[in-house]
């Protein structure tokens, strides 16, 4: 019944024209394949006339190829499939010809080429399928053709390492991401092609930098860039900073020698490239945010402070800043000041963050601390350990260690007999007074 129904349309005396010998059983699903088609693209009619159907050659060539790549006989689906993509292909761009055909291809070339000849022929046919996805309109995931053109130069072609290389750079600069396997192919060729007459060794070391900055729990790039680097990782500092040198504007060069020497905790080298970025770019936060780091490493606090204060400004809703600059009051026992920054760091942001709460308990621990274990002092302690409270109930990562703190200064609060020979009952309010306590403006209940 289906062959008559396509004989009287034609399609059957279209096939024998083109003399597409194949199996009975497998004409057959081309038979169906092509007639689901042409539902689809409105021959909803089985009857429709001989003209009408000759009108749809396209579905039939796209049908032959789909059946053919569906049933896996690649074969007959690399013949079938260059007129699709040649002629037809703008047409069928939902069932994703190109993927196909390239799925065609690679088998041709890892399963029937035999000769070096002929896996040269289908490597240029591949590169050549590429091109035409990639500059075909509306075609679905076209990075994916645009990342794998460098891979197939690479691994399939005996193109020069420079062809290989550029191939790489060029499809980077057309992506917003890029995998991490293929910049680690990148890396791959600079490494193995290092010589004294080029920057190949530079240029790998920046790949794996930039893996181990976007990556950091993966160590492996930090294991690839001691095996580039060697032992001496000064040593590429100083080439990094002879790379600046020669030309002090550029502030690619003055980055990448900070990035260096910050990796390599050289810190006090790093002052002077993350300075000249700072001023050469004062907008550009990340400068200020390393330059920042860098002077709490080397504890230059007042740079330090004026660098988190130069982050505020540029970004005030950055709760981190906050907390940072409050930390660095804390280390200068400037407790008031560092309480303050806690508190306009959690207002920075509605979401709860439990460790400005923590530190500021610290700070009062450490007021009392340093104060003496008088019953005033051990108010103080209470009030640190209803903070501590506090910041364990709002269930952050710092709760096991504020529960730890409860625990701990358990001894150090007021007892009942220090209320008893104080005549002070429960629920009674004490102001938190002293003479190192003027700054804490603080109030605890009586148990």
């Known amino acids: 019944m289906l062959q008559l129904t396509l004989a009287k349309s034609g399609l059957l005396d279209k096939i024998d024209n083109h003399n597409w010998r194949i199996k009975l059983k497998t004409k057959k699903n081309i038979m169906i394949s092509v007639l689901l088609l042409l539902l689809l693209f409105g021959a909803t009619n089985i009857g429709a006339t001989t003209k009408t159907v000759q009108t749809d050659s396209s579905v039939i060539a796209f049908s032959l190829f789909y059946e053919a790549f569906r049933t896996k006989d690649f074969n007959f689906a690399y013949e079938k499939g260059w007129p699709v993509i040649n002629k037809y292909v703008e047409k069928f761009l939902q069932y994703k010809p190109f993927d196909k055909m390239d799925k065609v291809i690679?088998?041709?070339?890892?399963?029937?080429?035999?000769?070096?000849?002929?896996?040269?022929?289908?490597?240029?046919?591949?590169?050549?399928?590429?091109?035409?996805?990639?500059?075909?309109?509306?075609?679905?995931?076209?990075?994916?053709?645009?990342?794998?053109?460098?891979?197939?130069?690479e691994i399939w072609t005996d193109a020069p390492v420079e062809e290989k290389i550029s191939a790489y750079l060029e499809a980077f600069g057309k992506l917003e991401t890029v995998n991490s396997f293929y910049r680690n192919r990148l890396g791959q060729l600079y490494e193995k092609n290092i010589s004294d007459e080029n920057d190949y060794k530079l240029k790998a070391i920046d790949v794996y930098s930039e893996l181990a900055e976007l990556e950091p729990e993966n160590d492996l790039w930090n294991q690839i860039l001691i095996r580039i680097i060697g032992d001496n990782p000064e040593e590429l500092a100083d080439v990094r900073k002879r790379s600046w040198d020669l030309d002090r504007e550029d502030t690619g060069k003055a980055y990448a020698y900070a990035e260096t020497c910050i990796r390599f905790q050289f810190f006090e080298r790093a002052v002077e490239p993350l300075v000249f970025l700072t001023q050469k770019s004062p907008e550009v936060i990340n400068y200020w945010r390393k330059l920042a780091t860098v002077y709490t490493r080397l504890d230059q606090n007042d740079n330090s402070i004026n660098a988190y204060k130069t982050l505020i400004e540029l970004e005030p809703e950055n709760r981190e800043n906050y907390y940072n600059l409050a930390l660095i009051y804390k280390n200068l026992e400037q407790l008031s000041v560092s309480r303050s920054y806690l508190q306009k760091g959690s207002n920075a942001s509605e979401e709860p963050w439990d460790l400005p709460v923590y530190l500021e308990a610290q700070l009062y621990e450490q007021a009392a601390r340093d104060c003496g274990f008088e019953f005033e002092d051990r108010l103080v302690y209470l009030l640190a350990v209803n903070t501590y409270r506090k910041a364990a109930n709002i269930g952050g990562p710092n709760s096991a260690a504020a529960r730890e703190r409860i625990n701990a200064l358990s001894s150090s609060v007021p007892q009942q007999e220090d209320y008893f020979f104080r005549k002070l009952t429960s629920g009674t309010v004490l102001k938190i007074e002293g003479r190192c306590y003027g700054w804490i403006n603080r109030t605890v209940t009586v148990p």
């Open 106 to 153: 690679t088998h041709m070339h890892d399963s029937v080429a035999t000769t070096d000849e002929e896996r040269q022929k289908y490597a240029d046919e591949l590169l050549i399928l590429f091109d035409k996805a990639i500059e075909t309109p509306n075609v679905k995931s076209p990075e994916n053709f645009i990342i794998r053109k460098p891979y197939i130069i």
